[in-house]
Structures are given as structure tokens and as C-alpha cells.
């Protein structure tokens, strides 16, 4: 079950991507899938710790509160480089992750990469190091409305 799931979604996400259906093409997405599931079945051997698909439920919950904050966050960093940058003040600060599980932190550092204005630079443990164009962006992720949202949908740190 497990390969059949990671089939389909390297299947469909390789027609997404490419849209053609002339056989040679189809027969070159056939192979790279063929070949990526056999580097993955390789990896499950070794690590003996299968990575799982998800049943996409909390993902439906999570991308559409992602996807706003990036159309909110894409339209004030458009005022900010079509306004004056008076209103520009960057900045580094740390943001604390200790209560994001640990297997979802990469996930939240992305989210915030994601999230125009700012950049995740490092993450280590349970700090990310994150730039922002605005002070006021490290401000909100410090209100840890994100944090919360992921560690709703992904359970509690343990």
C-alpha cells in the first residue's frame, strides 16, 4: 500500500508538471517514476522507517490558511517596494519552535520562507533564525499564530 500510494502521487504529480502525452514522454515519466520508487524502497530498507503519505485531511486544513497568508503578505510587500522605503526596517531575529514537533519543524521553517517579507536562515534545534523585511513580520511570528496553526493540525510536541 504503502509504494502503490507514493506511485500514484509521483504519477500524477510528473503529469501535473509536464502535460504531455505523446507516448516517448510518457514513457520517460514512467521510467523516472520506476526509478524514484526504487531509490525509495532502497531508503525504507536502510532507515527502516517508511515515510508515510498522509490522507491529505490535514493538509486541506493547513494550505488554505498557508496559501492566504501568502496572498496577504505578497500584497504588503508590494506596498513596501512601490512605496517609499522609509517604512523598510530588517531585521534577524530567533523564533522559537519548541513546541512544533519535531518532525514538523522544517515544515513551519518552510512556512515562513513561503510567507513573502520573510526568510527562514537556520534552523536548528528548536530555534529558527528567521530575516524579515519589516521588524513588524518578526512581531507576528512571535504572536506564534503560526506555530499554533501547525501544531494544531500536527498534534503536540511530545
Excluded at 498522509?54 to 508590494?78: A, E, K
Amino acid at each position: 500500500m504503502h509504494m502503490t500510494k507514493w506511485t500514484i502521487l509521483l504519477s500524477t504529480f510528473w503529469l501535473l508538471l509536464s502535460g504531455y502525452f505523446q507516448p516517448l514522454l510518457l514513457a520517460f515519466g514512467i521510467a523516472s517514476v520506476i526509478i524514484v520508487l526504487f531509490v525509495l524502497k532502497r531508503m525504507d530498507n536502510v532507515d527502516q522507517e517508511k515515510q508515510e503519505i498522509g490522507t491529505g485531511l490535514r493538509l486541506m486544513q493547513y494550505f488554505p490558511w498557508l496559501i492566504w497568508q501568502v496572498i496577504t503578505s505578497s500584497l504588503q510587500v508590494t506596498k513596501l517596494i512601490w512605496g517609499s522605503t522609509d517604512k523598510l526596517s530588517p531585521s534577524v531575529a530567533k523564533i522559537n519552535a519548541k513546541n512544533i514537533p519535531p518532525k514538523r519543524r522544517a515544515l513551519y521553517a518552510n512556512s515562513i520562507t513561503l510567507t513573502p517579507g520573510t526568510l527562514s536562515v537556520d534552523l536548528v534545534d528548536d530555534e529558527i533564525t528567521v530575516h524579515a523585511l519589516q521588524k513588524s513580520s518578526i512581531e507576528e511570528l512571535k504572536q506564534e499564530a503560526m506555530e499554533k496553526k501547525i501544531t494544531k493540525i500536527w498534534g503536540e510536541h511530545k
